[in-house]
């Protein structure tokens, strides 16, 4: 980041030098140039601030935070994300419960839900309302009830993988649980004309169940939890890994954008000057 607005500056030194002590150039034409350079250096700081800002937010949905900061104490399973939250403290603890008011979800829509899957569902909400590093993945939407969500961010390989084996005898109607449910009793049921079938006969693969079952807010991978390349939805309370993780995306696609904004830039100065 702090190397591509050293270029930028660079290069506005370096034209404004070219130009502006040749004393056959109308200083007036000069100074419009030099502001009008000055001003893409600027969008493109602007820009790569952005980018870092994204590292560190909360998504405008229904129960986040609009900043993260520490909350003290958060309940069980979401409590790692302590030190650092898109979440309230009565948040995790409806996230706990079977009907809560968060968004009057019903796992035991097929039966009961068994504990060991349903750790997995918990996990998942504590991960989608306190995680603040998932900017590299929110997208705006048009919705009644959000005006972000995540898009395929990359869950490691063991997390989507245990997720989907300890849920496997469960069961369910529906492929994507983001829509398409029965809301008339206030909570999901499954829809008329659908039937209760084991996870596996829904989600036949980890990857069918971690990618579809919220319309692709995840996305699976074969990385692995020390490879630094997938979010975590399982640490332990301490630094949080997926910090890192969110960097490295964002620094991988600055790489790719940045330059050619550079590029567009070198141009118009040639083009100017």
């Known amino acids: 980041m702090n190397k591509l607005i050293h270029e ?32 893409m250096l600027l969008t493109l700081v602007v820009t790569v601030l952005s980018q870092e800002n994204r590292l560190n937010m909360c998504m405008d949905g229904t129960h986040h935070k609009t900043q993260p900061g520490p909350e003290g104490k958060l309940f069980q399973q979401c409590s790692p994300w302590k030190d ?27 039966g009961i ?31 009644s009830w959000r005006n972000e969500r995540i898009l395929d ?15 496997k005898n469960d069961f369910t109607c529906k492929e994507n649980w983001h829509t398409g449910w029965n809301w008339s009793t206030g909570n999901n049921q499954c829809p008329k004309g659908t039937e209760c079938k084991k996870f596996t006969d829904i989600f036949p693969t980890p990857q069918s169940m971690c990618e579809k079952i919220w319309s692709n807010s995840y996305k699976y991978t074969t990385y692995t939890k020390d490879s630094g390349r ?3 939805m399982w640490f332990q309370a301490g630094e949080n890994p997926n910090k890192k993780v969110a960097e490295y995306y964002l620094n991988n696609r600055s790489a790719v954008t940045a330059p050619g904004s550079l590029l567009l830039m070198a141009t118009v100065l040639l083009l100017l000057f």
């Open 113 to 143: 839900m068994t504990n060991t899957c349903k750790q997995h569902f918990i996990q998942d909400t504590c991960f989608y309302e306190c995680s603040p590093h998932l900017g590299p993945w929110i997208q705006k939407v048009n919705s």
């Open 153 to 167: 961010v990359p869950l490691c390989r063991e997390d989507c993988e245990t997720w989907w084996n300890d849920c």
């Open 8 to 39: 930028g500056s660079h290069a506005v030194l370096k034209a404004k030098g070219s130009i502006c002590v040749n004393l056959e150039t109308n200083w007036e034409i000069c100074e419009k140039r030099i502001m009008l350079t000055l001003t």
């Open 84 to 110: 650092n939250a898109c979440c309230h403290a009565n948040t995790t603890e409806e996230a706990h419960k079977d009907n809560s008011y968060l968004y009057n979800f019903n796992w035991n829509h097929c």
């Open 230 to 232: 997938c979010m975590q």
